[in-house]
């Protein structure tokens, strides 16, 4: 079966300060990876995906995420990061072993000081 | 359009109530679902319906009834529920299988159960 997991429940940067949040995943072979990013009361916004090819990929509002396969990570990174980037963000796997239906990792919620 | 539209946005009601959710989206997606996210946890996984049908229920009680009513539309019937049923419903919809199965989500329907 496929699982993710976010080892980080908060993290706390300051603005313009780098971030990286990491997730690693739990598949026999590559599923495809997703970053989704939720603002409170909000529905889920998909940040970037990944289902082959070159392992960095850029994303929307400034992200990108670079998939390790030897290290089954899929870490979300941002050079600087703004006071409105402060959300919870998911880390999500889908894979054929799964019929393709997202799992969602616990979350990291980001808090950015100003 | 890679707009999910669920509606309505807030609803509170009382565990005698009967009333409905509902989701619709016109990206020709064909698996469409409805999660269940209660506060600072990940979307749990609820109903799957794939060419409208009911292809996956995750053991969800019998006052959450699914329906398809074609491939546009997916609706969630509410009957005498909880308390411990408020919470945050989201829609999302994708592609079945295979490359492009990104799932989309609504802005959600924040559910009162008093």
């Known amino acids: 079966a496929q699982s993710v997991t976010q080892p980080d429940i908060h993290i706390t940067v300051s603005e313009g300060a780098s971030l990286e949040l990491r997730c690693n995943y739990s598949?026999?072979?590559?599923?495809?990876l997703f970053w989704y990013v939720q603002s409170p009361g909000q529905g889920l916004q998909l940040l970037l995906k990944?289902?082959?090819?070159?392992?960095l990929v850029q994303g929307i509002k400034g992200f990108e995420a670079e998939f390790k396969r030897s290290q089954s990570s899929f870490n979300l990174r941002k050079p600087s990061v703004h006071w409105s980037d402060a959300a919870e963000y998911f880390c999500?796997?889908?894979?054929?072993?799964?019929?393709?239906?997202?799992?969602f990792g616990r979350g990291t919620s980001l808090i950015v000081h100003p | 359009d890679t707009e999910v539209t669920q509606t309505p946005k807030h609803l509170v009601m009382g565990m005698t109530n009967k009333k409905s959710l509902k989701c619709e989206q016109h990206?020709?997606?064909?698996?469409m679902y409805w999660y269940k996210q209660k506060a600072k946890k990940p979307p749990e996984l609820m109903f799957v319906?794939?060419?409208?049908?009911?292809?996956i229920n995750e053991s969800v009680p019998s006052r959450f009834s699914p329906e398809c009513p074609n491939s546009s539309l997916l609706n969630l019937h509410l009957h005498a529920l909880q308390p411990e049923d408020s919470a945050l419903y989201l829609c999302?919809?994708?592609?079945?299988?295979?490359?492009?199965?990104?799932?989309?989500f609504g802005q959600g329907t924040r559910l009162t159960v008093v």
């Open positions: 999302a919809s994708s592609q079945v299988g295979g490359l492009g199965t990104e799932a989309f």
């Open positions: 598949y026999g072979a590559t599923p495809y």
């Open positions: 990944y289902f082959s090819g070159d392992t």
């Open positions: 999500a796997v889908a894979a054929s072993g799964g019929s393709y239906i997202p799992t």
């Open positions: 990206m020709g997606h064909r698996a």
């Open positions: 319906y794939s060419y409208e049908k009911l292809s």
